[in-house]
Nanobody, 123 residues
Framework: QALVAETGGGLVQAGGSLRLSCRTS????????MGWFRQTPGKEREGVACTNWSGQDTYYADSVKGRFTVSKRNVEKVLYLQMDSLKPEDTAMYFC????????????????WGQGTRVTVSS
């Protein structure tokens, strides 16, 4: 069983929605800053959204503000990324990360990473 597991990726038409989920069964979920990142071939991994340990403070890349929503449910131990109004340029492998190493949680320096879930947005 993976330490960090993402689900919810898939193929969707432009303008559609997807919700990604991230779970961990062995980490103290409620203690950590968590984030979502994405990567396309030949490009560096980029921060999409992140949240502090409680889930009350959230941060977004400019490219997704107003379209994506990150939420952290400490009781259920799940991190969500609700993606609305999807665009073809959102196509990427999306990764969940736990325990940020930098104060800016959109920087992809984290202790634990999932294997990723693929999101494809068709035009």
């Amino acid at each position: 069983q993976a330490l960090v597991a993402e689900t919810g990726g898939g193929l969707v038409q432009a303008g559609g929605s997807l919700r990604l989920s991230c779970r961990t069964s062995r980490l103290p979920f409620e203690n950590y800053v968590m984030g979502w990142f994405r990567q396309t071939p030949g490009k560096e991994r980029e921060g999409v959204a992140c949240t502090n340990w409680s889930g009350q403070d959230t941060y977004y890349a400019d490219s997704v503000k107003g379209r994506f929503t990150v939420s952290k449910r400490n009781v259920e131990k799940v991190l969500y990324l609700q993606m609305d109004s999807l665009k073809p340029e959102d196509t990427a492998m999306y990764f969940c990360a736990i325990h940020a190493q930098k104060s800016n949680c959109l920087i992809p320096e984290y202790t634990y990473w999932g294997q990723g879930t693929r999101v494809t947005v068709s035009s």
